[in-house]
């Protein structure tokens, strides 16, 4: 079964001289040019402590830094998003925004391959996005550009808390965003979806380590890459999934599952069966390129017929998402 893409433009500013530009996002994405530090200061006064001029002599910040990672994206939500408050937890993942909104609005465009080509709008819409983390951005975003509702899964209690805190802390995501707890770690769609429940598409951005150990020596990999380029990367914000300084950012849920993103994507897939006439389009990141062709595997055992794999870019950053459909004849 081949594999379907999008085509992309994936290059990446090659000058020494300047700090890389965001050239490969997806057109609709917010976040294509340089981020415009004085409008986001203007919109979110306390960025400003956290801004100083990088080596190529143009304004950043320092990515190793989760406050002032934290700070850009409270202004990056409030700013074009129209989200005034947001905030999480010490030690749980600050995703980066501009990647978040790519899946977004990819998601849109396969939307459109179901419904004659025009993206479907408006809070009919639902979403679902599996492990949904305190950050709630997913859901933030998809609800801000195209008024779709969702509902946010996670196992973690305090996760759930703080995103529907922030739900409900804003007028403007206010009853567009419902968040369940998964009681049973060892089900994804299972407990979640209830028996009226029809979604447009399910989202997720799997654990990507297999043990705890694994995850830790991992974040301090990347602790550790980020302090010695610093500034290096103009936009490196993209390759910053959330760090603490002295400890790793995130929780275990978040962080890793027993087996790892190949073992939890495999049991995304053969849940989903059980799913098939309640979402039309099932979704999921896929961190590593190797994992694209096994779960191809899966679903194809499966007796899944429609697959597309979205390939998406962010600087330099490579990423991409499966999608999978059990409705007949989509035309691919």
């Given at each position: 079964?081949?594999?379907?893409?999008?085509?992309?433009?994936?290059?990446?500013?090659?000058?020494?001289?300047?700090?890389?530009?965001?050239?490969?996002?997806?057109?609709?994405?917010?976040?294509?040019?340089?981020?415009?530090?004085?409008?986001l200061i203007a919109t979110s006064p306390e960025l400003k402590a956290f801004v100083e001029t990088n080596q190529y002599g143009n304004e950043s910040i320092n990515f190793s830094d989760p406050l002032a990672v934290k700070a850009l994206n409270k202004a990056l939500l409030a700013h074009f998003y129209d989200?005034?408050?947001?905030?999480?937890?010490?030690?749980?993942?600050?995703?980066?925004?501009?990647?978040?909104?790519?899946?977004?609005?990819?998601?849109?465009?396969?939307?459109?391959?179901?419904?004659?080509?025009?993206?479907?709008?408006?809070?009919?819409?639902?979403?679902l996005d599996i492990g949904v983390g305190?950050?709630?951005?997913?859901?933030?975003?998809?609800?801000?550009?195209?008024?779709?509702?969702?509902?946010?899964?996670?196992?973690?209690?305090?996760?759930?808390?703080?995103?529907?805190?922030?739900?409900?802390?804003?007028?403007?995501?206010?009853?567009s965003i419902e968040c369940r707890q998964q009681k049973n770690e060892e089900n994804i769609f299972r407990g979640v979806i209830k028996p009226q429940d029809e979604f447009a598409f399910t989202m997720c951005n799997p654990p990507f380590h297999a043990s705890e150990e694994e995850a830790t020596a991992g974040s301090e990999r990347k602790q550790q890459n980020l302090?010695?380029?610093?500034?290096?990367?103009?936009?490196?914000?993209?390759?910053?999934?959330?760090?603490?300084?002295?400890?790793?950012?995130?929780?275990?849920?978040?962080?890793?599952?027993?087996?790892?993103?190949?073992?939890?994507?495999?049991?995304?897939?053969?849940?989903?069966?059980?799913?098939a006439l309640q979402v039309q389009w099932f979704t999921t990141l896929i961190s590593k390129k190797e994992n694209v062709d096994t779960l191809y595997q899966e679903l194809a055992r499966l007796g899944v017929k429609t697959i597309k794999t979205v390939d998406m870019a962010q600087g330099h950053k490579i990423s991409r998402f499966v999608a999978w459909t059990f409705q007949a004849n989509v035309n691919l």
């Open positions: 079964m081949s594999h379907s893409h999008f085509s992309k433009n994936q290059s990446a500013s090659k000058n020494n001289n300047e700090a890389p530009i965001k050239k490969s996002m997806h057109p609709r994405n917010k976040h294509n040019a340089k981020y415009d530090f004085p409008a989200v005034p408050f947001w905030d999480i937890p010490e030690g749980y993942l600050c995703p980066p925004i501009p990647g978040r909104a790519d899946y977004i609005h990819n998601i849109a465009d396969l939307l459109a391959i179901t419904n004659e080509g025009e993206i479907p709008t408006g809070k009919n819409i639902r979403g305190a950050n709630c951005v997913y859901p933030i975003i998809g609800h801000r550009e195209y008024q779709w509702s969702f509902v946010g899964s996670d196992i973690d209690v305090q996760a759930l808390k703080m995103a529907s805190f922030i739900a409900n802390n804003n007028p403007s995501l206010k009853k302090a010695t380029s610093k500034s290096k990367k103009g936009h490196a914000y993209n390759e910053l999934k959330g760090v603490k300084k002295l400890n790793f950012g995130g929780q275990n849920a978040e962080l890793w599952y027993e087996g790892g993103e190949i073992a939890f994507i495999t049991k995304m897939a053969q849940e989903s069966c059980e799913f």
